[in-house]
């Protein structure tokens, strides 16, 4: 009996060792697959963690998988691994944001222009608008709160105050911010970037190639054609075009790339309605081109004697930027640049850029605007900016 007794202990011994070493290879096998994941996700600025049981980012108990994004200012922020519902901070995002997951916006950071309607779907325009961060910065917290985003996105230039800018928004809404830097340069990364986190990788590539094509295509012919044989130009804004986008500010990149931009001013402004300057100024310049933005002075120049004292006017060397749903050229600067930039590269080297502008404009508002665009749209739009 004793014999016995001692056998039985013996073996439960046994078991409880082997049940505890399967426990803890189990539990290594698991951390080992969590810290890969992290290890993998970490190329892509996204480490994977788990929610489960946790108070999520907006305060409410979360059962989903989150990850902790990098993003272009260095914080670090947790945000859904799922994400299907997303704010934008300001025009230049919204546009963003809008070419690739239209369905995914639930609101907006300001009313469309006011030809959209012409080129986007109703239910996009009829979206409830909270504001933007920059600009007019006319941001309404509580409209912002009750679109319920799960992520506000920023995207465009850094600001010298971002990080402070977005964990100011971040701890007053409770909702995860995030900032990814963009520019004509890296357009394509900000695309690939927002297929990761929104889980749109196929959509992001297409339209990410797009940029880098048409960005790399730019320069490489530009640097043929040399900076000394570039166009000098101006780009005139404001009611009475007596405002100009100064060489180096954000908003000049398409011009600075293709041409001698003459508008070089002390201090270029950040804002799109450029840097003022005096009709004497002009004179000085005397550009081969000047370009004007939609609602300016362009169809007024051509019988002004002020304005007919310039080489360009007197020559019709002057064109009107094409505007539907927004601004070729910029305000905001976002992907509608790069439209422009096959605009101006056609119509400055055309010999160098011999573009079919219908099916190029036709290709990037589908792509970009979800917009089957008719011959007579493009004629409507290009009817002051091509060559008289």
């Known amino acids: 009996m004793k014999k016995s007794l001692n056998l039985y202990l013996c073996l439960m011994i046994m078991t409880l060792v082997l049940f505890t070493a399967c426990s803890n290879s189990s539990s290594s096998e698991t951390s080992q697959s ?63 944001l809008f070419s690739i997951s ?12 006011d030809n959209s ?32 985003p799960q992520v506000i996105i920023d995207i465009g230039e850094a600001k010298d105050s971002i990080v402070e800018d977005m964990d100011s928004i971040q701890n007053q ?14 357009m394509d990364e900000c695309y690939t970037t927002l297929g990761n986190i929104l889980g749109m990788e196929e959509a992001a590539k297409i ?25 000098s130009l101006i780009y005139c804004v404001g009611d009475t075009g007596s405002n100009v986008i100064a060489k180096d500010s954000f908003h000049a990149e398409v011009l600075d790339l293709l041409a001698n931009n003459v ?17 004497e100024q002009i004179y000085l310049w005397d550009p081969d081109y000047i370009l004007f933005a939609p609602n300016s002075v362009y169809s007024l120049v051509g019988t002004d004697k002020t304005w007919l004292e310039l080489e360009a006017i007197s020559s ?24 422009g930039m ?26 970009f605007y979800h917009c089957d665009l008719t011959d007579d749209q493009y004629n409507t739009l290009i009817v002051h900016s091509i060559s008289k």
Request: a negative charge; charged letters at 20%; proline letters at 5%.
């Open 34 to 96: 969590i810290e890969t994941t992290a290890a993998g996700a970490a190329e892509t600025s996204i480490q994977t963690t788990t929610a489960s049981g946790q108070e999520s980012v907006a305060g409410t108990t979360s059962t989903e998988e989150t990850v902790l994004f990098v993003d272009s200012a260095g914080r670090e922020v947790e945000i859904p691994k799922q994400i299907d519902r997303i704010a934008p901070s300001g025009s230049l995002a919204q546009i963003v």
């Open 102 to 113: 239209p369905d995914k916006l639930v609101g907006l950071s300001g009313k469309w222009s």
């Open 117 to 148: 309607s012409d080129y986007l779907d109703s239910k996009y325009l009829e979206l409830p608008v909270f504001g933007q961060f920059y600009g007019s910065e006319d941001l309404n917290m509580e409209s912002l709160a009750a679109a319920d």
């Open 173 to 186: 809404l409770e909702i995860p911010t995030i900032f990814i830097e963009a520019s004509l340069e890296t």
């Open 207 to 231: 339209l990410a190639s797009y940029c880098s094509e048409t960005y790399q295509t730019t320069v490489d012919t530009m640097a043929e054609i040399g900076d000394e044989n570039k166009k």
């Open 263 to 279: 508008a070089v001013v002390e201090s270029p402004s950040s804002k799109g309605t450029g840097n003022e300057i005096s009709m």
């Open 316 to 339: 019709g060397q002057y064109y009107e930027v094409p505007d539907g749903p927004y601004n070729w050229m910029g305000f905001p600067p976002s992907i509608n640049r790069f439209m």
């Open 342 to 367: 096959k605009w101006l590269a056609n119509l400055l080297y055309p010999e160098y850029f011999n573009y079919d502008m219908l099916t190029e404009t036709q290709n990037f508002y589908k792509l």
